[in-house]
């Protein structure tokens, strides 16, 4: 179990230290499915991966541990949290192969991309670091209501290499009869050590939960079904 009692440096400003150690998610040497509900998938524990160099669109994985894995196919079960969240602090490193795409929801409702946009001059919300857009079913079909909160800048490196990824979330807030009186927030997002989002407000959650109702406290999760990814040192922490 990783425990962290300290800030992490690229939030200081805003003084966001824990109110209480959080059980880590994940650590090297240290991978623990029991802090996820099931099912759990192809997920699997690896030493690393790599681009295939016959398929740059797929990993090469090596036996061992330290990194989480979502499977040849990269399309497996998504991962929730057992635990629920209100305000929190993450980090995580990524890595995914060409054309990949992946992401993190907080409350199950809010999705920050994470996606392979390397070299895009232009980028939207759909893009790595990007805040997803409102969508709904329409004929059959997933489709977009808005382009989303693009990120400030394309950090995004290139397929095969570790990425990190930095995020301060602010949860909704409610008065007694329930009535939302306070906008979710992206306090701050850091990717790859450029600062992608700064005090962005959440009017609704994103994708086709735009919907759904919004509560105070939800679990965390990370995207599986949409090609491999791989992820290390998964840091979580309540923040006040």
């Given at each position: 179990m990783l425990i962290r009692i300290t800030c992490l440096g690229v939030f200081a400003m805003f003084a966001v230290c824990a109110t209480r150690p959080v059980t880590g998610l994940g650590a090297p040497g240290e991978f623990d499915l029991s802090m996820w509900k099931t099912p759990h998938g192809e997920w699997t524990q690896v030493a690393g991966v790599e681009l295939d160099p016959k398929n740059a669109r797929k990993f090469v994985a090596t036996a061992g541990k330290g990194v989480w894995?979502?499977?040849?196919?990269?399309?497996?079960a998504n991962l929730y949290s057992k635990e629920k969240f209100a305000d929190v602090e993450i980090h995580l490193e990524f890595n995914l192969p060409k054309g990949s795409n992946?992401?993190?929801?907080?409350h199950g409702h809010y999705e920050i991309q994470i996606c392979d946009s390397f070299?895009?001059?232009e980028v939207s919300g759909e893009d790595c670091g990007g805040i997803y857009p409102r969508a709904e079913i329409q004929k059959g079909r997933?489709?977009?209501?808005?382009?989303?909160?693009?990120?400030?800048?394309n950090a995004c490196k290139a397929p095969g290499e570790w990425q990190t990824l930095d995020i301060v979330f602010l949860a909704p807030r409610f008065d007694k009869d329930g009535k939302k009186f306070k906008n979710a927030?992206?306090?701050?997002?850091?990717?790859?050590?450029?600062?992608?989002?700064?005090k962005q407000e959440l009017l609704t959650p994103t994708g086709d939960r735009?919907?759904?109702?919004?509560?105070?406290?939800?679990?965390?999760?990370?995207q599986a079904d949409h090609g491999p990814v791989a992820i290390r040192n998964l840091r979580v922490r309540v923040v006040k």
């Open positions: 894995y979502n499977g040849a196919k990269g399309r497996t992946s992401g993190i929801k907080f070299g895009k001059k997933y489709t977009h209501l808005d382009k989303g909160i693009a990120p400030k800048v927030m992206i306090l701050k997002a850091v990717l790859n050590g450029q600062v992608i989002h700064e735009w919907v759904n109702k919004e509560m105070y406290e939800g679990p965390l999760m990370l």
